[in-house]
């Protein structure tokens, strides 16, 4: 069981920057490859980035260059840092744990945590 926590999310301006963070419990933490997803209202929940267990990152083409997904394994975390944000970046941003290798489908995700809100102004 692996039980995950999101933080960092908030409202900031077109152009600035944010850093979610992701706590995870539970000894087997490094045993998963981990993901972030988001849902804007009236969409579907998306891919965004992933991070192997061995940290080679995959990312959705919307976010490539602006986004740098990351782990600590030794403090059970996994960091999503957001560069130049968009009004289009604006959705609740989940953090999920995958024991397989297909990283771009929600379905392959295991665990998932409960969200947070990033709202980007323009």
């Known amino acids: 069981q692996v039980q995950l926590v999101e933080s960092g999310g908030g409202l900031v301006q077109a152009g600035g920057s944010l850093r979610l963070s992701c706590a995870a419990s539970g000894r087997t933490f490094s045993s998963y490859a981990m993901g972030w997803f988001r849902q804007a209202p009236g969409k579907e929940r998306g891919f965004v980035a992933a991070i192997s267990r061995n940290g080679a990152r995959y990312y959705a083409d919307s976010v490539k260059g602006r986004f740098t997904i990351s782990r600590d394994n030794a403090k059970n975390m996994v960091y999503l840092q957001m560069n130049n944000l968009k009004p289009k970046d604006t959705a609740v941003y989940y953090c999920?744990?995958?024991?397989?290798?297909?990283?771009?489908?929600?379905?392959?995700?295991?665990?998932w945590g409960q969200g947070t809100q990033v709202t980007v102004s323009s």
């Open positions: 999920a744990a995958c024991s397989n290798y297909n990283y771009y489908y929600g379905s392959s995700y295991d665990y």
